[in-house]
Each structure stands twice: as C-alpha cells, then as structure tokens.
C-alpha cells in the first residue's frame, strides 16, 4: 500500500460516513488524515516500519491501527464494511457540483439511483424534480454538473504541483555538475492547473542527475529512464518527466519545454523570417551551422525580440506587444506591501489573530487587512455586530504590541445576500478601515439575479472590495453565472477593487479577467485568504495570476504604501462614505 491508495481508501470513508450521517468530527478525521497522508515527502511503508505512525498529522492510535491493518494485509475491514453499504456510484455523485452528502444520500434512498448515469437518464426524464425541497431549478443544476463532471481534464491545480517541483529540484540542484534546473511547461507558465511535470535540468553528467532523480523520496515507480530522459510516478500519483541536456542548449531547451506550443509556433515562424529554424537543442542556419542559446534572453535577442516572461507566453499578444517594445513591466511578488484579506479562529481561520500577524510581519508584509466572515455565512465564529466591536479592540491591542513596522487593518469579509444586501448594517462597517464583501452562497442563481445581486454589493457606499468575484473552486466547483462586462463596468463606476485571491483552489479572478478587468479600469487586490499562519506564501500564485492577466504593479491598490491605500479607502470609491479613523 503506497501513500496515494491509503489517501483514496480514507477519502472515500470520509465520503461513505458522511453519506450515512456520521458526526462532523469523525468524517473530518478521514479527510485530513486522507489529506495529510497524500501529501507526504517520503513513502508510507517507510514511516510504517519505523512505527512512528503516530507522527503523522492528524494520525492518532485509531487511525494508525488502520494504517497498519491495510500495510500487514493489503485490505482494510472497516472500509470493506462501508463499500457493502453503500454502492460506489452514489458516492461518485458528491463529484457533482451542488450534490452534497444528504443530497445523494436521498437520490439513492428515495429514487433508488445508484450511479452519475442513472442520475442524468433520472434527471432527464423529470423524476428529481419531484423529491421534495428541489425542483425543476435543482434539476437543471445537477444535470450541468454533471456535464462539467465530463469536461474535467485530470489535469491538478498549480498550488498542488509547485511544492513538489521545488523540493525535487532543491535536491537536483545539489547533484554534482548541475548548472541550471527549473519546471517547464504548464508549471513555469503559472498556469492554474498542469498535467504531467516537467522539470529541466543542465548538467555535463546527465547519468548522476538521473541516478539521483530515481532515488529521491518521491519517487513510487520509475516508468522510464534513459540518458537524457526520466520519467517516474510520485507517491501523489503525479507523473515527472525530467530531461538533462548540455548548459550550452539550456536556453532553446527552456524556451521550448516552457511553451505554450503556440507561442513556440510563433516563435518559429519569427526564425523562418530571420532565415533560421529553431527546435529545442538550438537555432540553426540555412548553411547547417547552429547558434547555441545558453539563455532565455539570447533566443529572443537572435529573434529581435526581448525577454518575454514565462507568464505571458500564450500566443495572446505577447509577440506583437514585444515587437512593439509594449510589453507591460509585470507586478512582482516584492512590489506587494500588504495582504487584503486573511481570517483567524473567530471565525473559521486556524489561528489567533496575534499569530496571524506574526506570521504577516515575518513574511515581510507591511500591513494585513483582518477579515472574518461575517455571521449570516453560517461559519462557526462567523463576527456579529458585538463581535466586530471586540475584534477591533483587540486589533489596536496587537497593534500595539507589534509596534512600528506593521499595521492589522481593521476590516471584515461581509456575506453578501441573495438580495443584494449585505449582512451587517452600515453603522457597523462605517467604522474598519476597509469592508470585503463576498458571494458564497446562491451561486446557482440565473446570470440576471446574480450579477444585480453582484452589482448592488459594489455600489454598496461601504463596500471597497468584492473577494473571489466568480466564486469558482477549481475541479470542484463551476464558476457562478455572472455578466462579467456589468460587474467590471459596476467596479470601475464606483472605484470598487476586485481581487485576485490567491488560493491555488481558487484563482479568482482568473487570468483571462485579470486583463479585461484592467482594460475596463478597474483596480485590483491580490489577497492570500489566508486561513493560517503559513498560508501568507499563497500570495505568490495570486501574483502569477495577476501576471498572466497583464497586470503591472500599478494596477494593484496593496502594492501601495499604508498611507496611500487608507487615503484611498477614505476618499473612498467613487461614491463611497468617507471614513474617519
């Protein structure tokens, strides 16, 4: 049993308890266990025949005697028992967007369907509508989730995949003779999500990279190796391809392997006008002759080009842009000072609001908004009026112990309602430095409901940021139907930011909206949402997103100092209440 098989089994009981109704605890045991056991370093069966089971987060005495049951015998009673309970289809339904637990629970007990293909032909025929508390409008949302079901590629988020490309070319990097590593692919373009890994290494001794790659602790099953190409399978399940070639071709090698394919057509078609041809060991004369690249730059300057970043390179313009010598100097990771959305334990953050601030400060942040959710979101802790007025004083509290250097801005993640209005009233938002306001629930609404409800919330005098505008979860939830032309020209009116959240899970807005965001007006926040001390890195995706989408430090209202952002905030979006703080 490898780290990924024990991951599925204890995911699937998670899903099978909460199908059946078990306690909320007890399902959140199997998913983080399921969740930390995939997401090991080194195999299982290691840890397991140390007996340091129990070192694992999230893995006490109970679930290590599991861990050992289906290491000694390749099976799990337990898990046995629940398969027999519950047919495997119905729990393939919680991969539909909108079906939850009771949901399948009741399509299986109620209509007796026991698979997705049962759903459809049921939902087709009219029979869901008829269960009571659904309806038509349910129907129709079940039958296009499971049409998103079919269109999902496989493919994993960005944020799941760059930890281990780091890691496992940290360890390259230390092999002797390595000159260069880097990802390639979908993985450097910061794609939100990546199919197989590349990784590229240049070294003179391509078979001490090779050796030193089938032996790294990721490493389940070599699929294939050769001199200048390995391929293996990780524990996670990921597939690596990692390509070894001289220093001296690393630039045409990088320029090729990072893509997109229609970026590197284009890139061609500029040699065929130069009388050259370029593949990925160099670029060549008509005579045969080569001219070896042993950088990025030295390609696109041979092609009358500059550097274009990894970021942009999807045949959208990037060519011509550079041609033009137009190319946007990109926000980076350093031009950020701030972080506009983050949570702590009073509502449904890991951490306490001191810790939260450390972690911000160690992170080099000058100033980090604080933004639980507001009550109405049905979180646990979720901030009522009384509640908002106590984190407040608790906030200048931290303030002050912190001292210079770092400011906690006071501020709150307020639940936006199907009717547009907002959850907390406005005497109470008049009093934090800036309010975010968000859309969790009710996404299914038509494109006309939605995007009123969405609109409202950004004239909303009091609001000065919408968080994670198209509420998207990426493979896992569709984005809501918005009118994205009403919302950028609602924000850009009114002065309203938009952000860019950077969790890998959501990436919203997403690049394509970044771009149309910024050519209608509209400002931008990049924000980690953190939900403990150590997800302030996150920060770093949202930055890539807001790069792929063309955004320069400009265009970022946190790439301000202090100052600067409150005068913004109190001058307010167009429209908006001035503050007084």
């Known amino acids: 049993m490898n780290n990924r098989q024990v991951g599925e089994i204890f995911d699937a009981m998670a899903d099978m308890l909460d199908i059946q109704g078990a306690g909320y605890h007890r399902v959140r045991a199997y998913r983080r266990a399921a969740e930390n056991v995939a997401a090991l370093g080194q195999p299982l069966q290691e840890i397991w025949s140390r007996g340091e089971l129990e070192s694992i987060p999230g893995i006490g005495a109970t679930l290590a005697a599991k861990i050992d049951e289906l290491m000694r015998t390749g099976q799990l009673e337990a898990y046995q028992q629940l398969r027999a309970q519950i047919p495997e289809g119905v729990v393939a339904m919680l991969q539909i967007t909108g079906i939850g637990p ?45 049409d998103a079901l079919k269109r999902r590629t496989g493919r994993t988020r960005m944020g799941d995949a760059w930890p281990l490309a780091r890691d496992m070319l940290a360890a390259l990097r230390e092999t002797k003779g390595v000159r260069q590593a880097a990802p390639a692919g979908s993985l450097r373009r910061m794609r939100e999500t990546i199919g197989d890994l590349d990784l590229l290494v240049a070294s ?22 050769g001199p200048t190409k390995t391929s293996i ?3 996670q399940g990921f597939q690596v391809d990692l390509r070894v070639l001289e220093p001296a071709r690393w630039g045409t090698a990088l320029v090729y392997f990072t893509g997109s394919k229609a970026h590197n057509i284009r890139l061609r078609g500029l040699a065929l006008d130069r009388g050259l041809s370029l593949s990925e060991y160099a670029l060549k ?34 060519v011509e842009a550079a041609l033009a010598g137009s190319l946007p100097d990109l926000v ?13 334990t009073r509502s449904d953050g890991h951490h306490t609001l001191l810790e939260m601030a450390e972690s911000a400060q160690a992170y080099g942040l000058e100033y980090a908004l604080v933004t639980d959710h507001s009550h109405g979101l049905g979180v646990t802790g979720g901030l009522t009026v009384s509640d908002l007025q106590e984190q407040q004083a608790e906030i200048a509290a931290v303030n002050r112990q912190l001292g210079g250097g770092f ?5 709150v993640e307020v639940e936006v309602r199907g009717n547009g ?20 629930s009710g996404l299914r609404q038509s494109r006309d409901q939605l995007t009123t409800r969405m609109v409202a919330a950004i004239e909303n005098p009091h609001v000065d940021i919408i968080a994670h505008p198209t ?23 009114t002065g309203t930011a938009l952000e860019v959240n950077a969790h890998p899970a959501r990436l919203d807005l997403k690049d394509v909206h970044v771009r149309r965001a910024i050519e209608m007006g509209v400002g931008l926040v990049i924000s980690s949402d953190a939900h403990a001390a150590g997800d302030f890195q996150l920060l770093e995706f949202g930055v890539a997103t807001a790069q792929r989408g063309w955004a320069a430090a400009g265009d970022i209202l946190n790439t301000r100092p202090l100052e600067s952002l409150l005068d913004w905030a109190d001058r307010g979006p167009a429209g908006h209440t001035q503050r007084h703080r």
Request: glycine share 10%; with cysteine; hydrophobic share 40%.
């Open 332 to 344: 980076k990771l350093r031009d950020l000072r701030g972080d506009l959305q983050f949570h702590t």
């Open 407 to 411: 400011r906690l801005l006071a501020g």
């Open 471 to 493: 509420g998207r979860l990426i493979g896992e939830r569709e984005p809501g139907d918005l009118e994205l032309e009403a919302v950028f020209a609602a924000a850009a009116a």
């Open 204 to 225: 003179s001794d391509p078979e001490s990279v090779m050796s030193r790659f089938r032996q790294l602790p990721q490493v389940e099953e070599v699929l294939l190796s």
């Open 285 to 318: 004369r008509e005579d045969g002759s080569e001219i070896l690249c042993g950088t990025e730059a030295e390609v696109y300057e041979t092609l009358g080009l500059p550097f274009i970043p990894p970021e942009l390179r999807e045949d959208r313009g990037e």
């Open 421 to 440: 209005s907002l959850d907390l009233p406005d005497e109470a938002l008049a009093g934090l430095d800036l309010v975010v306001a968000a859309v969790h």
């Open 233 to 235: 399978r990780t524990h």
């Open 102 to 146: 009771k949901t399948a629970a009741r399509l299986w007990k109620e209509l007796g369907l026991e698979s997705i293909e049962a759903l459809e032909r049921a939902a087709e025929a009219g029979r869901v509508r008829d269960l009571s508390g659904l309806g038509p409008k349910t129907e129709q949302n079940i039958l296009a989730g499971i």
